[in-house]
C-alpha cells in the first residue's frame, strides 16, 4: 500500500510560481514513476507530467512543456513539480499518481490515468486573472 500526500496549492495571480510536492510512503519510492494530474470540474483528469524511477526520464503535457519542471528526491520519497508563469487555464486540483511496477518508459502510458496505481487526495491550485 502506498500513501501519496500533495501539498502546495493556493492562489497566486497570474504569471506568479508555485512548487507542488507529493510525499509517498513505502520503503520502494525509488522504484515508483510519478505523474503530476489536474481536473478541473466537469472534465477529464488530464496528464500533465511525469518522472520516471531514477529521475532521468521526465514528460511533459504540451501546455505545460517550458513552464513546468517535475523533479524527485528520492532519499525524502517527494516529487515536485515547480509552476512557472501561470496562467488562469492551469487552475485545476492537482493530483500525483504513483505507478508501481517497474515498466519502462512509454509515451502511450504514462499519460493514461488508468495506469497508475495510487493517487493522492489532490491540492487546489487557483490562478487570478
Known amino acids: 500500500q502506498v500513501q501519496l500526500a500533495e501539498s502546495g496549492g493556493g492562489l497566486v495571480q497570474a504569471g506568479g510560481s508555485l512548487r507542488l510536492s507529493c510525499a509517498a510512503s513505502g520503503r520502494t519510492f525509488s522504484n515508483y514513476a510519478m505523474g503530476w494530474f489536474r481536473q478541473t470540474p466537469g472534465k477529464e483528469r488530464e496528464f500533465v507530467a511525469v518522472i520516471m524511477r531514477s529521475g532521468s526520464i521526465t514528460s511533459y503535457a504540451d501546455s505545460v512543456k517550458g513552464r513546468f519542471t517535475i523533479s524527485r528526491d528520492n532519499a525524502k520519497n517527494t516529487v515536485y513539480l515547480q509552476m512557472n508563469s501561470l496562467n488562469p487555464e492551469d487552475t485545476a486540483v492537482y493530483y500525483c499518481?504513483?505507478?508501481?511496477?517497474?515498466?519502462?518508459?512509454?509515451?502511450?502510458?504514462?499519460?493514461?490515468?488508468?495506469?497508475?496505481?495510487?493517487w493522492g487526495q489532490g491540492t487546489q491550485v487557483t490562478v487570478s486573472s
Open positions: 499518481a504513483a505507478e508501481v511496477s517497474i515498466r519502462a518508459y512509454g509515451s502511450s502510458w504514462v499519460s493514461n490515468q488508468n495506469e497508475y496505481d495510487y
